[in-house]
């Protein structure tokens, strides 16, 4: 730094707005409606701060006139002060409208609710409700009674628990059951799903040695029986979620490992991951363990996750027999588990569209993995029209088939065909037309491919197409 620039940097650094003269701009004025003021104040530090630091760091001439740097040091920390509070609001959770395809996008939120489960949860369970108490007899009642007896009676399972996610319900149930003792895994089975849930990594939390029989790609029956002894409390069937082995694999069925387990006095519990209550097998997903068959083939307990394929709100599903799920009921920590009021109504929203046979229209999940590519071109089509009519000259936009994707680590090798809108501009990079679409109120996220924005429907919302159509206009 030269000496001129830093006596600038010097005389700049002394004439920077103070904390009161920012607070009375207008910048500090407009955001004072949605603030108090202790609060601003903090922020209009942090925006001083920030110009402090850019002048130190060397800032562009200011010029002579004090009363002109003054009024640009001014200028420059209002417009700070925005960005801090623009950033602040934009973290918020919103609404955004997944235009990428991929149906249980976990950075977006996992499954978006049905009407059902968003109105049991705002109108009957927001408030005041009957959470643990018996209407009928003014008793204290089950707490998610009702949910867990729907779960039951739609997986055919004698008992069913609610904790906060699947990871909670497989640690949860190997506490309960295997602690101290022995499991026995399949090494093909030791899998990672998402972010830090390993399952050695949990069975080690769970106080359960780990008993591994087999190899990667095939593990026999065999392999099982003669790892079990008398330490063997349980044998661990976990879903290996978010991937496939092909080509030379072997494992026993459920209905033979429970046969296994049941001979040797032990408990046989299936970790199913995505966990399908409504049949997806003619949707290309014949892998996803069907939960019901599960309970039929004689599994003692299963846990899958509430807002993978079962499309509802976060949870961890545990059902099985009655005698099992109660041991894992009196564990100290399903307390620590245990899912709150919305949590139960959402499940209990989501589970009436499975009895009244409606699933495939009322979830979300369900309905857009079904969405076949005949009704996506047609929908598709006419919104392309609707586009082209009101877009302006520089973007161009055209109909181009294309893959969709299940995500939310399941069904991986599954990707539903559909028919997608392609999206260019004449001067703007994909970038730049992806990021518009990212900052635009609600906010959409789509994909980009070979140079264009990609928009598929699939995953779109029909009352959602108004707010997408503005946005794309707005990147003309
Ligand atoms: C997704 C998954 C989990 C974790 O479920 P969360 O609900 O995300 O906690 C556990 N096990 C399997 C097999 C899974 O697929």
């Known amino acids: ?60 001439d200011l010029g002579e006139d004090e009363a002109v740097i003054r009024k640009s040091l001014l200028k420059e920390t209002e417009a700070q002060l925005l960005m ?14 997944n235009a990428t395809g991929v149906v249980i996008h976990t950075n977006l939120g996992r499954a978006p609710l049905s009407e059902g489960a968003r109105r049991a949860m705002f109108e009957e ?56 003792g022995e499991a026995i895994i399949s090494r093909g089975e030791l899998v990672e799903i998402g972010g830090d849930f390993r399952i050695p990594d949990v069975m080690a939390q769970s106080g359960t040695l780990m008993r591994e029989v087999g190899t990667t790609n095939r593990t026999k029956l065999s392999d099982y029986e003669s790892a079990v002894s008398e330490n063997t409390k349980l044998i661990l069937k976990i879903h290996p979620s978010n991937f496939r082995v092909v080509g030379f694999t072997e494992s026993p069925s459920v209905a033979e490992l429970a046969e296994l387990a049941h001979r040797n006095e032990i408990v046989f519990f299936e970790d199913a991951g995505s966990g399908a209550l409504a049949d997806v097998s003619d949707h290309g997903m014949k892998d996803e363990p069907a939960i019901k068959q599960s ?33 894992i009921r009196r564990h100290p920590l399903y307390r620590a588990f245990r899912v709150e009021k919305l949590v139960y109504a959402g499940i209990q929203g989501t589970l009436e569209s499975f009895e009244r046979g409606t699933e495939f229209q009322d979830i979300p999940v369900l309905r857009m993995i079904a969405a076949s590519k005949k009704d996506l071109g047609a929908r598709t089509n006419s919104f392309l029209q609707k586009l082209l009519a009101t877009v302006g000259k520089s973007i161009s ?28 501009h004449n001067e703007k990079s994909a970038n730049l037309l992806e990021e518009t679409l990212r900052t635009h109120k609600p906010a959409v996220v789509a994909r980009i491919v070979d140079d264009a924005v990609v928009v598929d429907l699939r995953t779109v919302f029909e009352d959602e197409e108004n707010d997408l159509l503005d946005a794309i206009v707005s990147c003309a």
């Open 125 to 180: 369970a927001s408030r005041y409700c009957n959470l643990e108490y018996d209407l009928t007899t003014g008793k204290r009642g089950t707490r998610g009674a009702r949910a867990e007896k729907m779960i039951a009676e739609l997986t055919g399972a004698e008992d069913a628990i609610v904790v906060n996610n699947c990871a909670a319900a497989t640690l949860l149930v190997l506490m309960s059951l295997s602690s101290g």
């Open 397 to 424: 936009a055209e109909a181009a088939e294309h893959s969709s994707a299940i995500g939310g680590g399941s069904a991986p090798g599954v990707h539903p065909e559909t028919v997608v809108i392609k999206i260019k």
């Open 1 to 60: 730094m030269s000496s001129a620039t830093s006596f600038g940097a010097g005389r700049a650094l002394s004439l920077l707005p103070s904390v009161d003269a920012v607070l009375q701009s207008a910048t500090a004025e407009h955001i004072g409606t949605s603030v108090r003021r202790e609060r601003l104040v903090q922020m209009a530090r942090t925006a001083i701060s920030e110009v402090r630091e850019s002048i130190k760091s060397g800032v562009a």
């Open 295 to 327: 309970i039929a083939d004689g599994a003692d307990v299963v846990s899958f996750s509430g807002d993978k394929l079962l499309g509802g709100v976060q949870a961890g599903i545990i059902i099985g027999r009655r005698n099992v799920l109660e041991r």
């Open 84 to 97: 801090i509070w623009q950033k602040s609001l934009e973290q918020s959770l919103q609404r955004v409208i």
